[in-house]
C-alpha cells in the first residue's frame, strides 16, 4: 500500500511540475516539506530550496533545460524509472533485502553484452577479451528480472564496445518498460535509425567515452573517432534525447579534460552528465604510464567540485567522489559487473571472481566469499578520498581475492593479484599523502579513528 501512496504522489507531483515548471517548481517543495512530516530529508530540501529560489543557479538551469532539451516521453520515462522506481521503489526492497540476507544489494548492475569491440584503444583491457565472448538474450533478461526481484531497475552496459548488440539492447529496453537502461559506448555506432529506436522505447541513455578534443580522443581511440563522437551527439541532441559523457582522464589528457573549455564543450553538445574515471593499468596490455600523478588527480577533484558550483551538467568522479558514498561502490555495495562470460565480478575493474552467472543467481553471488569480503571489509580506508581497495589500497584486494579463493577472470592471460597491484603500489602512496592533506581540509581531522569520526559528523 505505501508503495501505491508513494507512486501516486510522484506521478500527480510530476505532473503538477510538468504543467509549468518554473512556476511550480517553489510549490513543489512546499509540498514536500509537508510530506517530510519526521525531517528526515531536511538537509536535502535545504540544500534543493537554495537552489530552486536563485534563478541564475547552474543546477536550476540544469532542472529547466531537462524541459526545453529533453522529448517530454523521453522526459517522463526518465523520472518514472528513475526518480520513482529506482528512487522511490526500489531502494527501500533493496535496503529490506540488505537486512534480510545480510550482505550486499546494488543500487545498479553493470553487465557486458559481448566483449566484441569495433575499437582498439590504448590501454583498454577489452581489446584483450576476443570477439567471440558474450551473452544471449536470455541470459541478460534473466539478470534484469533477478535484479528487479532485488530492488534494481537500473542497468548499464559496458564491453567490448555494448552498441554491437542494438537489437537485444532494445528489445530489454521494450520488454522491461519500469527500468533505466544506460551504457558506456564509444559512441561511433549511433545513427540516425538507433536514435529513433531510443525515441520509441524511451528508457535508453548513452553515456559517449571522449577522451578531450580530436587530437587527444584520435590518438587514443583511432583516426575519426572524434568526428563520429561528435555526429553521434548532434543526433542525439536533434532529437532531444538524454545522453551523458563518460570521461578517462589519464596523464596525458586531464588538464584538457578539466578544463572550462572542455566542461563548456560537453554543455555545448548537449550533455547532461559526465561520469568521470581515472585510468587503471587493468590486464596484460595495460599502460601504466597512463595513470595520473596525485598532482593531477587533484587537479580533477578540485575541478569538478568548483564546477558543480557553476555549470549546469551533473558529474561523478567514479574515484575522488567517494566521500559522498562513504567509501568504495562496488562488491554489490551500490553495484556489481557481470562480464561477456558470466562472471560477476564485484567492479569493472576488478577481474576477479568466484561466482557465475551460469551457475550461481545474482543473490548468491552476493553472499560468496568474494563479495562477503568486501561487505566485511567496506570501507578500506577511513579516508574515503583513498576508496578504492587497488588503486587506492592495493594490499586490500590481494587480502580479498586470497581469503576467497577467487580467479582471475582475464579472458586471455590471466593476471596474478599481487602483479595487478604492484602496478598500483608507487602511485597509491603518493595519493595517501595527498589524500590525506585534502581530507583533513575539507573535514578539518587528519586521523578520524583518534576522534572516533566526530569531525566527519560535523562536517556533515
Not at 245 to 260: D, F
Not at 318 to 345: S, T
Amino acid at each position: 500500500m505505501n508503495k501505491i501512496i508513494s507512486s501516486t504522489g510522484m506521478k500527480l507531483a510530476y505532473a503538477y511540475l510538468n504543467s509549468n515548471p518554473e512556476k511550480n517548481i517553489p510549490k513543489l517543495m512546499d509540498w514536500i516539506d509537508r510530506f517530510d512530516r519526521n525531517n528526515e530529508m531536511e538537509s536535502q530540501r535545504k540544500a534543493i530550496r537554495k537552489i530552486i529560489e536563485d534563478k541564475d543557479n547552474n543546477w536550476y538551469k540544469l532542472i529547466l533545460s531537462m524541459w526545453s532539451d529533453i522529448n517530454t516521453k523521453v522526459r517522463k520515462a526518465f523520472f518514472n524509472n528513475f526518480i520513482l522506481n529506482e528512487s522511490f521503489i526500489g531502494w527501500p526492497i533493496q535496503e529490506a533485502n540488505r537486512e534480510k540476507y545480510g550482505c550486499n544489494i546494488p543500487w545498479a548492475i553493470l553487465m557486458d553484452p559481448t566483449a566484441a569491440c569495433n575499437l582498439k584503444c590504448t590501454g583498454c583491457w577489452a581489446a584483450e577479451y576476443g570477439k567471440n565472448s558474450s551473452m544471449s538474450l536470455e541470459m541478460m533478461d534473466s539478470i534484469v528480472k533477478q535484479g528487479k526481484q532485488l530492488g534494481v531497475y537500473f542497468y548499464l552496459y559496458s564491453g567490448g564496445e555494448p552498441l554491437v548488440r542494438k537489437k537485444d539492447i532494445i528489445a530489454l529496453c521494450e520488454k522491461h518498460g519500469d527500468c533505466l537502461f544506460a551504457a558506456f559506448t564509444n559512441g561511433t555506432l549511433i545513427d540516425e535509425d538507433f536514435a529513433d529506436e531510443m525515441l520509441r522505447v524511451r528508457n535508453f541513455v548513452p553515456a559517449i567515452s571522449i577522451e578531450g578534443f580530436e587530437n587527444a580522443t584520435d590518438s587514443r581511440r583511432g583516426k575519426g573517432t572524434y568526428q563520429a563522437v561528435i555526429r553521434a551527439m548532434e543526433i542525439l541532441k536533434r532529437k532531444k534525447l538524454i545522453f551523458g559523457a563518460s570521461l578517462c582522464y589519464t596523464r596525458y589528457n586531464t588538464e584538457v579534460i578539466g578544463s572550462e573549455e572542455f566542461f563548456d564543450f560537453m554543455i555545448d553538445k548537449g550533455v547532461k552528465f559526465a561520469w568521470f574515471f581515472t585510468y587503471m593499468p587493468v590486464g596484460a596490455d595495460a599502460v601504466p604510464d597512463l595513470m595520473v600523478t596525485a598532482d593531477q588527480r587533484e587537479f580533477m577533484y578540485r575541478q569538478i567540485r568548483h564546477f558543480r558550483e557553476t555549470k549546469p551538467l551533473f558529474t561523478l568522479d567514479f574515484w575522488n567522489d567517494g566521500e559522498y558514498a562513504a567509501g568504495c561502490i562496488a562488491g554489490g555495495r551500490r553495484y556489481l559487473h557481470i562480464n561477456a562470460n558470466g562472471d560477476i565480478e564485484p567492479c569493472a575493474f576488478i577481474h576477479y571472481s568466484d561466482s557465475s552467472i551460469y551457475e550461481n543467481t545474482i543473490l548468491e553471488a552476493l553472499q560468496s566469499p568474494l563479495f562477503m569480503q568486501y561487505h566485511m571489509n567496506q570501507p578500506f580506508n577511513d579516508n574515503h578520498l583513498r576508496p578504492c581497495p587497488l588503486l587506492d589500497n592495493p594490499g586490500r584486494l590481494t587480502e580479498m581475492v586470497e581469503v576467497s579463493g577467487a580467479a582471475s577472470t582475464d579472458f586471455i592471460k590471466p593476471e596474478d593479484v599481487h602483479s595487478l597491484s604492484c602496478k598500483c603500489v608507487n602511485t597509491a602512496e603518493k595519493w595517501a599523502v595527498t589524500a590525506e592533506r585534502l581530507w583533513t581540509e575539507s573535514h578539518g581531522c587528519a586521523d578520524c579513528v583518534k576522534c572516533g569520526g566526530e569531525a566527519r559528523k560535523a562536517a556533515g
